[in-house]
T-cell receptor, first 115, second 113 residues
């Protein structure tokens, strides 16, 4: 158990819908990262928050958005869902704001299936 | 961006055999981690090893930062070692920040009885 909690574990939804994935970081960690893992793209970095502020942005679509709340939990919102958004979405956390010199721990992921 | 290459892409071993997985990266890094993704999709931290050598039970890892590669050794493999092994790195950017891990494409390991 990494200490990073993600909900829901599995989600099936229809095209055009909107879903919210939730992440609670490890106790004491200030950074939250979101990654997407699909069969054809591998593990792709989406976005990072540190202590409530956006720190780095990767290949995140405009239909997707995220935020980190004052209690440090984070939510990833996916809207206007398409079949190609079906993937395993990971949240990860670390103590500091930089990946340098900081072990990053991953949650168990949220499996999203868009039908 | 930084490129991360892992080899071999696929590996089949009999239980009890040893193996070496390799990770090459294209630039200087300040973070290198090895992960095991089990058949249920969980990503499990194995090592944080930007340089040097570490051991944890049957697993050990060595990173030679100056030559831009890392090796993961699995000894006396067990069926529970099956899954995909990922190497991930973070590079210090010009601005002095590095905020993401870039993953390799992984080595898929199958350990058979």
């Amino acid at each position: 158990d990494s200490g990073v909690t993600q909900t829901p574990k599995h989600l099936i939804t229809a095209t055009g819908q909107r879903v919210t994935l939730r992440c609670s970081p490890r106790s004491g960690d200030l950074s939250v990262y979101w990654y997407q893992q699909s069969l054809d793209q591998g593990l792709q970095f989406l976005i990072q928050y540190y202590n409530g502020e956006e720190r780095a942005k990767g290949n995140i679509l405009e239909r997707f958005s995220a935020q980190q709340f004052p209690d440090l939990h984070s939510e990833l919102n996916l809207s206007s869902l398409e079949l190609g958004d079906s993937a395993l979405y990971f949240c990860a956390s670390s103590v500091f704001g930089y990946a340098q010199g900081d072990t990053i721990y991953f949650g168990e992921g949220s499996w999203l299936t868009v039908v | 961006g930084i490129q991360v290459e892992q080899s071999p892409p696929d590996l089949i071993l009999q239980e009890g055999a040893n193996s070496t997985l390799r990770c090459n990266f294209s630039d200087s890094v300040n973070n290198l981690q090895w992960f095991h993704q089990n058949p249920w999709g969980q990503l499990i931290n194995l090592f944080y090893i930007p340089s040097g050598t570490k051991q944890n039970g049957r697993l050990s890892a060595t990173t030679v930062a100056t030559e831009r590669y890392s090796l993961l050794y699995i000894s006396s493999s067990q069926t529970t070692d099956s899954g995909v092994y990922f190497c991930a790195v973070a590079r210090l950017r010009e601005t002095g920040t590095a905020s993401k891990l870039t993953f390799g494409t992984g080595t898929r390991l199958q350990v058979t009885l």
